[in-house]
């Protein structure tokens, strides 16, 4: 079987991969913990190369390579890690509301305390408000906010950081 490149002819970094595919696979695997992982992270190295462009100008392109999928890997692991503590939460969450029935009183303090926060987001500039309520309510990624809104995910952060300030403050007044 002839390996090809992305124009057609062989391609000194494809080669390059091909030859070293099962190294990769076990160094994504001993990151991610899981071999159905790793192989999928290396077909996604293999996708996002632009062999016919790097092959001349990458010097140990085993090394690139390497670093490619290592950093896929670790990308990956982080973002499983950060859904299994999501998850985690959003379950003890989930567990706290239901024991959470409480006396009579505490439903009444419970809906007082959701009013002030209702009123203090009502507060809030209607883009911040938005924001907050995209990400914190409808569970949207701040990354996808940014972009709906064409601003930065970093001020999508500050908006909802000062939302959450607001309310606090509210709260506590």
Request: aromatic fraction near 4%; include cysteine.
């Amino acid at each position: 079987m002839q390996k090809l490149g992305a124009a057609g002819g062989g391609s000194p970094l494809l080669d390059v991969f091909f030859d070293q595919r099962h190294r990769l696979i076990s160094l994504a695997t001993r990151i991610t913990g899981c071999r159905s992982h790793a192989e999928d992270i290396v077909h996604d190295a293999y996708l996002k190369l632009d062999v016919s462009s790097l092959s001349s100008t990458i010097r140990s392109q085993a090394s690139y390579l390497t670093r490619v999928v290592r950093n896929l890997s670790i990308d990956h692991y982080r973002r499983r890690s950060l859904e299994q503590r999501l998850m985690c939460e959003e379950e003890e969450s989930a567990e706290a509301t239901v024991s959470a029935t409480g006396t009579p009183e505490e439903q009444v303090s419970d809906q007082q305390q959701l009013e002030r926060i209702a009123g203090a987001l009502a507060e809030l500039p209607e883009r911040t408000r938005y924001v907050f309520e995209m990400c914190r309510i409808h569970g949207m990624k701040q990354k996808d906010i940014a972009e709906s809104l064409g601003v930065s995910p970093t001020l999508v952060n500050f908006m909802i950081q000062e939302a959450l300030l607001h309310c606090r403050k509210t709260l506590r007044d």
